[in-house]
């Protein structure tokens, strides 16, 4: 544990220097990007005053022809994109940044943490699959729903490490390993993000977040699901074995070698890089990373899932809190959102925690893979909508939207449900059988004597 603590430490002390390296991606939003509170409204001449987030400097705008009269709306702080085509200041779409809270948005949250935890607890991501998503179908914006899971997730990460860690199942070497490439991942990524809500707004960053939902859900959760239907109908009880892509990721003999004793695999450095990376990348630009380095480490490294979704805890506590550091800076933090979900999500991961000692590899996979189909049918669903705000497909008739809505909300439903009852009722039947197989030998015991 101590060697993991001494990697943790290294690594931050190198944030720093990762900052200068991609200087672009801590910056703020651009000169056509601004955030602050609309301080006075006339629709009679179509301009706003707009007080700039945290200053007292006060600018002039003008309301261009397409922002709707709804957006526009008194001492509520908003994301102005500008259209310099149009002129120097003439407001080309306006998004209220922090959503109004409500009893059952709250109560929704507070749900959503709790099935989050115990995915984050029982398949080592984040739960940002089902997080982002929620908070986005709630009323948050993409990039806001992104940088506020990133703000919950790192110390929920922490307390699963350590739970899992004491059960044997974090390898802490291979953790800290793909974190150092994680960390540029995630700083690659947050200037991805940032350039698109500079260019195109709330609007864009919706349709880039739910896009890259649905293209990384669909092949990653099929690929689990074939892989979690073979090994279900094969031996149960024994491991999968390593996967054919990780047996020749681990014959290439390319210096430095790394040994991973509680992985059990031998591998050059170089293979883990990309892993690291990609998971890095996405966390930063979707919020998720956990469904690629989770994968990543099955089926390229050769780790089990047990010790892969224990590892990525580690890596999501360090992706985490460098992430969060960066939206902390841009200002896009919802911490109403972040102490929601942290404050029942901290249970859920423990529960999923425990639930990993008494379930076999593929259950994991199951619950992986089928939370990541649904998921990616509640995204879907929105794609037509926000593709219409674009010009690129036609104007959806509201009857069309609001089905489209509700498909995506009760897909939503359905995926945290479906999470919730199978790893609850794998982790209940392991106990029983536990307890039974416990009893068995009590019995067998005292026969003997």
């Given at each position: 544990?101590?060697?993991?603590?001494?990697?943790?430490?290294?690594?931050?002390?190198?944030?720093?220097?990762?900052?200068?390296?991609?200087?672009?991606?801590?910056?703020?939003?651009?000169?056509?990007?601004?955030?602050?509170?609309?301080?006075?409204?006339?629709?009679?001449?179509?301009?706003?005053?707009?007080?700039?987030?945290?200053?007292?400097?006060?600018?002039?705008?003008?309301?261009?022809?397409?922002?709707?009269?709804?957006?526009?709306?008194?001492?509520?702080?908003?994301?102005?994109?500008?259209?310099?085509?149009?002129?120097?200041?003439?407001?080309?779409?306006?998004?209220?940044?922090?959503?109004?809270?409500?009893?059952?948005?709250?109560?929704?949250?507070?749900?959503?943490?709790?099935?989050?935890?115990?995915?984050?607890?029982?398949?080592?991501?984040?739960?940002?699959?089902?997080?982002?998503?929620?908070?986005?179908?709630?009323?948050a914006p993409g990039a806001v729903a992104v940088a506020s899971n990133m703000c919950h997730k790192f110390p929920k990460a922490m307390i699963g490490t350590y739970k899992r860690w004491k059960y044997g199942q974090v390898d802490l070497k291979l953790a800290a390993t793909m974190a150092v490439?994680?960390?540029?991942?995630?700083?690659?990524?947050?200037?991805?993000?940032?350039?698109?809500?500079?260019?195109?707004?709330?609007?864009?960053?919706?349709?880039?977040?739910?896009?890259?939902?649905?293209?990384?859900?669909?092949?990653?959760?099929?690929?689990?699901?074939?892989?979690?239907?073979?090994?279900?109908?094969?031996?149960?009880?024994?491991?999968?074995?390593?996967?054919?892509?990780?047996?020749?990721?681990?014959?290439?003999?390319?210096?430095?070698?790394?040994?991973?004793?509680?992985?059990?695999?031998?591998?050059?450095?170089?293979?883990?890089?990309?892993?690291?990376?990609?998971?890095?990348?996405?966390?930063?630009?979707?919020?998720?990373?956990?469904?690629?380095?989770?994968?990543?480490?099955?089926?390229?490294?050769?780790?089990?899932?047990?010790?892969?979704?224990?590892?990525?805890?580690?890596?999501?506590?360090?992706?985490?809190?460098?992430?969060?550091?960066?939206?902390?800076?841009?200002?896009?933090?919802?911490?109403?959102?972040?102490?929601?979900?942290?404050?029942?999500?901290?249970?859920?991961?423990?529960?999923?925690?425990?639930?990993?000692?008494?379930?076999?590899?593929?259950?994991?996979?199951?619950?992986?893979?089928?939370?990541?189909?649904?998921?990616?049918?509640?995204?879907?669903?929105?794609?037509?909508?926000?593709?219409?705000?674009?010009?690129?497909?036609?104007?959806?008739?509201?009857?069309?939207?609001?089905?489209?809505?509700?498909?995506?909300?009760?897909?939503?439903?359905?995926?945290?449900?479906?999470?919730?009852?199978?790893?609850?009722?794998?982790?209940?039947?392991?106990?029983?059988?536990?307890?039974?197989?416990?009893?068995?030998?009590?019995?067998?015991?005292?026969?003997?004597?």
């Amino acid at each position: 544990m101590k060697r993991f603590f001494i990697a943790v430490l290294v690594s931050l002390f190198l944030l720093p220097l990762a900052s200068v390296v991609f200087a672009a991606g801590g910056a703020g939003p651009d000169k056509s990007m601004l955030k602050g509170v609309l301080v006075e409204i006339n629709e009679a001449e179509h301009t706003a005053v707009l007080q700039k987030d945290g200053t007292k400097e006060l600018r002039n705008l003008i309301i261009g022809e397409k922002v709707r009269p709804e957006d526009l709306r008194l001492h509520k702080k908003v994301l102005v994109s500008l259209d310099h085509d149009a002129g120097e200041n003439v407001i080309k779409d306006i998004s209220i940044m922090f959503m109004d809270m409500t009893m059952k948005k709250l109560l929704s949250l507070l749900t959503i943490g709790l099935v989050g935890g115990i995915l984050s607890g029982f398949i080592g991501s984040g739960g940002a699959f089902v997080l982002t998503p929620a908070m986005m179908s709630l009323g948050a914006p993409g990039a806001v729903a992104v940088a506020s899971n990133m703000c919950h997730k790192f110390p929920k990460a922490m307390i699963g490490t350590y739970k899992r860690w004491k059960y044997g199942q974090v390898d802490l070497k291979l953790a800290a390993t793909m974190a150092v490439t994680a960390i540029i991942g995630v700083q690659i990524g947050v200037m991805i993000q940032k350039y698109i809500l500079n260019q195109w707004g709330n609007d864009g960053s919706n349709l880039y977040v739910s896009t890259m939902f649905v293209i990384v859900l669909v092949v990653v959760g099929s690929y689990v699901a074939l892989d979690a239907y073979k090994l279900s109908k094969g031996n149960k009880d024994a491991d999968a074995g390593t996967p054919k892509l990780a047996l020749r990721m681990q014959s290439i003999n390319l210096p430095p070698m790394m040994n991973f004793k509680v992985a059990k695999v031998r591998i050059s450095a170089w293979v883990t890089i990309p892993v690291g990376l990609f998971t890095g990348m996405l966390a930063a630009t979707i919020a998720v990373g956990g469904f690629i380095g989770v994968p990543g480490m099955i089926y390229v490294i050769g780790a089990s899932a047990m010790v892969a979704s224990a590892t990525e805890l580690g890596i999501a506590f360090i992706m985490g809190l460098w992430g969060s550091i960066q939206w902390g800076l841009s200002g896009l933090i919802d911490i109403r959102l972040a102490v929601l979900l942290l404050a029942t999500s901290l249970i859920g991961v423990q529960l999923g925690a425990l639930g990993t000692t008494y379930v076999k590899d593929y259950v994991i996979k199951i619950v992986m893979a089928a939370t990541m189909l649904i998921v990616a049918v509640s995204r879907g669903a929105l794609l037509p909508g926000y593709l219409s705000k674009f010009g690129l497909v036609d104007q959806l008739t509201p009857a069309t939207a609001a089905f489209l809505d509700g498909l995506s909300f009760w897909a939503l439903i359905t995926a945290l449900g479906v999470a919730g009852f199978i790893s609850t009722g794998a982790m209940v039947k392991g106990m029983i059988a536990d307890r039974k197989e416990s009893k068995l030998h009590i019995v067998a015991e005292a026969d003997r004597a």
